[in-house]
């Protein structure tokens, strides 16, 4: 019944553009940290951003100034908008949350996902 799940990925030609979202479902996530992971194949799950509840964010080095992670708790909602894509940036996209118990970087810290949304980027 608790659950989330990703939506807007898709194909997109480096430079371009993708917009993610993360709906939450059967309680709210307002008390929270939001996070985004992706994971290529046959790699090591990685950490994108995270938004926490109070709206403070964090993005890793590979994707600052690129990537901006937000949310709407009126919504329930979470988004990562993705500019100036690269081949690399090609991975499934997971959104997750946590009660804010251990580091936002670590994917261990989470006790919700989501299944995943691929995104793949042409050079």
């Known amino acids: 019944q608790v659950h989330l799940a990703e939506s807007g990925g898709g194909l997109v030609q480096a430079g371009g553009s993708l917009r993610l979202s993360c709906a939450a479902s059967?309680?709210?996530?307002?008390?929270?940290?939001l996070g985004w992971f992706r994971q290529a194949p046959e790699k090591e799950r990685e950490f994108v951003a995270f938004?926490?509840?109070?709206?403070?964010?964090f993005h890793a080095g590979s994707v600052k100034g690129r990537f901006t992670v937000s949310r709407d708790n009126a919504k329930n909602t979470m988004y990562l908008q993705m500019n100036s894509l690269k081949p690399e940036d090609t991975a499934v996209y997971f959104c997750?949350?946590?009660?804010?118990?251990?580091?936002?970087?670590?994917?261990?810290?989470?006790?919700?996902w989501g299944q995943g949304t691929q995104v793949t980027v042409s050079s």
């Open positions: 997750a949350a946590y009660d804010n118990s251990g580091s936002g970087m670590s994917a261990r810290s989470y006790n919700y």
């Open positions: 059967g309680r709210t996530f307002s008390d929270k940290t």
């Open positions: 938004v926490t509840a109070t709206g403070g964010t």
